[in-house]
């Protein structure tokens, strides 16, 4: 009985920690897409291309990493 309970408290545990990786994942690919659709905008506006769109894809990963540098340091 005590190997079931210690199996099911990994297993738990497994479950949480894929819910932060699928979270993680999610949250930057939106956060650099939201960066490169707004860099793209803004390069329709200015005429600037490709500029806008670094600077967003940039700005989409640097947010991403702001996201998830503490979860990884936390490990």
């Not at 545990?13 to 979270?23: C, N, P, Q």
């Not at 939106?30 to 329709?44: E, F, M, S």
Request: aromatic fraction near 8%.
């Amino acid at each position: 009985m005590g190997r079931q309970h210690n199996t099911s408290n990994e297993r738990t545990t497994l479950f949480k920690a894929m819910g932060v990786i699928t979270a993680c994942g999610l949250d930057s690919a939106v956060l650099v897409l939201i960066g490169v659709l707004a860099g793209n905008l803004v390069d329709g506006r200015l005429h600037s291309s490709p500029w806008g769109l670094f600077v967003g894809l940039i700005a989409g990963f640097y947010a991403a990493y702001l996201i998830i540098a503490p979860i990884v340091r936390s490990m």
